[in-house]
T-cell receptor, first 114, second 109 residues
């Protein structure tokens, strides 16, 4: 069974530039999550989708971050404009449904903002 | 607000030297406690889910236990390939997963 796919794996940008990340979840998984993991910390949820609807985006900095999940499958996360403090690994995860269902993570995208 | 604290932050063991990692949590209405392993440059890899106090699960050299306030990940006779960061997360009713900051385990040959 194919896992969660993410691209790109690495991205280096200047502050104030924009960047986008892509995620393809495990086939059949209704719930998709985007996490931010700063070096030395645990992942922090940015946004959760159930099919193509947003369930939780309370920790998403909406002035600069946006995300969409078209047709309830693939998802993109965008940052515009980027700040130095956005340097982190952005992880995508998917699960069958609720809070007790296992979340399976992709390899992540390491973003460096200079 | 849900809180998860993992200790120690880092642990260095000799091969074969058994030990335990701790995950203390504060949550209202625990639905599940999750253990993940994360290797450098990779995403977290699922290990266990524990749902209620008294539950235990085992996988190879790893055994996870759960009480009403904490969970332990016991590592028996570890090998160098067990070196990784181990993450604990809790899920409560109507809320998101909250992760701890992890324990970085190094097993020397």
């Amino acid at each position: 069974e194919a896992g969660v796919a993410q691209s790109p794996r690495y991205k280096i940008i200047e502050k104030r530039q924009s960047v986008a990340f892509w995620c393809n979840p495990i086939s059949g998984h209704a719930t998709l999550y985007w996490y931010q993991q700063i070096l030395g910390q645990g992942p922090k949820l940015l946004i959760q989708f159930q099919n193509n609807g947003v369930v939780d985006d309370s920790q998403l900095p909406k002035d600069r971050f946006s995300a969409e999940r078209l047709k309830g499958v693939d998802s993109t996360l965008k940052i515009q404009p980027a700040k130095l403090e956005d340097s982190a690994v952005y992880l995508c995860a998917s699960s069958l449904g609720g809070i007790t269902d296992t979340q399976y993570f992709g390899p992540g995208t390491r973003l460096t903002v200079l | 607000e849900d809180q998860v604290t993992q200790s120690p932050e880092a642990l260095r063991l000799q091969e074969g030297e058994s030990s335990s990692l701790n995950c203390s949590y504060t949550v209202s209405g625990l639905r599940g406690l999750f253990w993940y392993r994360q290797d450098p440059g990779k995403g977290p890899e699922f290990l266990f889910t524990l749902y209620s106090a008294g539950e235990e699960k085992e996988k190879e050299r790893l055994k996870a236990t759960l009480t009403k306030k904490e969970s332990f990940l016991h590592i028996t006779a570890p090998k160098p390939e067990d070196s990784a960061t181990y993450l604990c997360a809790v899920g409560a009713s109507g809320s998101r997963l909250t992760f701890g900051e992890g324990t970085q385990l190094t097993v020397n040959p």
